[in-house]
């Protein structure tokens, strides 16, 4: 099955970065899921979080640059 990250690129490369954003593109473009579906903010989420081997927010609290609730100390 081919992957969707260059297209999911190329659409915020055109500015849309949201979830909801990148979903609707991919709908529109006619782009289909691996189940053959429509586009949701959760498959979008999804495709993100397996390009990323450790999800930005987590990347801060196991390097130590946010403080212990999350927010950015300092």
Known sequence: MPTVLPIIES???S?????????IAQNNRGVRTGCNGQWQV?????VLARQ???PFYKR???TGAAGTNGIAAG
């Open 52 to 54: 990323s081997p450790l």
């Open 60 to 62: 801060e609290i196991a």
């Open 42 to 46: 959760s498959n979008v989420r999804n």
């Open 15 to 23: 500015g849309i970065t949201s979830l909801r954003g990148l979903a």
């Open 11 to 13: 659409i915020q490369q």
